[in-house]
C-alpha cells in the first residue's frame, strides 16, 4: 500500500517517537489501526520536553509545565471531519519511576476502547478515502466540528495530554476506516519523508 503523504500537523520543532520507520508495528500492537502511526513531540529550541528533576523522576508532573502542551495542532491533510471529540480530561505526565505504574494500567484504558487510548482527537477523512486521525488533543481545545471541511495547515485543536498519553503529544495514524477496532492502517509520509525515532523535526 502506497504511503500517504501528510503536512507536518504543527510548526516548531517535534522529537519522533515510535516511528514505523524503527519498527512495525510502530506501537508494538496491531489493535485499533495503530501499526504504521507514528508519535510526535513538541520540543523547546534545546530539542527537548520539560527539565527533568527529582520530582520527574518520582511523581507525575503537571501537563502544562511542558512546552508542547497548548501548541497549536494544524490539519496534516485536506479532507472532511468525521469525528471530533474534545472533552476527555488532560492528565499529568508521567515519566520516571511514575511511567512505570502508568503502563501498568494501559490494559484498563485499551478495555475501554478506541476513545479512551485516542483521548480529544480529530479524525479526518480524505479525497483519497483514507482516514487520518490526530490524538491526545487538550481538552476543550478543538476548533473544528464534524462535517466541517478543512485544509491542509487549518487549526484542529491543541497538542494535549489526554487518554493514554504519558506526556504532551500528537499521535498520528492514517487508516481505512473511521472505526479503528476494524479498520487496516495505512502508511503515511511526512514533508521529511519518514523520520526515526529520536529525530528531531523542524516544521517551521
Known amino acids: 500500500m502506497a504511503a500517504l503523504e501528510l503536512a507536518h500537523p504543527g510548526t516548531g520543532l517535534w522529537s519522533v517517537r515510535n516511528s514505523p520507520a524503527d519498527r512495525v508495528p510502530s506501537h508494538g500492537t496491531t489493535l485499533f489501526a495503530t501499526a504504521q502511526a507514528i508519535d510526535l513531540v513538541p520540543v523547546g529550541p534545546d530539542g527537548r520536553t520539560a527539565p527533568f528533576g527529582l520530582r520527574s523522576l518520582l511523581r507525575p508532573e503537571p501537563a502544562h509545565r511542558f512546552p508542547g502542551f497548548g501548541r497549536t495542532v494544524l490539519a496534516p491533510v485536506a479532507g472532511v471531519v468525521v469525528a471530533a471529540h ?13 511511567s512505570v505504574g502508568y503502563a501498568l494500567t494501559q490494559r484498563r484504558r485499551a478495555a475501554g476502547g478506541w476513545e479512551a487510548l485516542a483521548g480529544n482527537h480529530v479524525i479526518l477523512r480524505t479525497t483519497g478515502g483514507e482516514f487520518v486521525a490526530l490524538c491526545h488533543l487538550r481538552h476543550g481545545s478543538l476548533r473544528v466540528r464534524s462535517g466541517e471541511r478543512v485544509q491542509v495547515g487549518q487549526e484542529l485543536g491543541e497538542c494535549g495530554n489526554s487518554g493514554n498519553s504519558m506526556e504532551p503529544h500528537v499521535h498520528l495514524q492514517a487508516m481505512t476506516s473511521a472505526d479503528a477496532s476494524s479498520a487496516e492502517p495505512v502508511p503515511v509520509v511526512l514533508p521529511s519523508g519518514l523520520p526515526r525515532n529520536g529525530s528531531v523535526i523542524d516544521a517551521g
Open 86 to 98: 474534545g472533552s476527555s480530561p488532560d492528565h499529568p505526565a508521567h515519566r520516571g519511576l511514575p
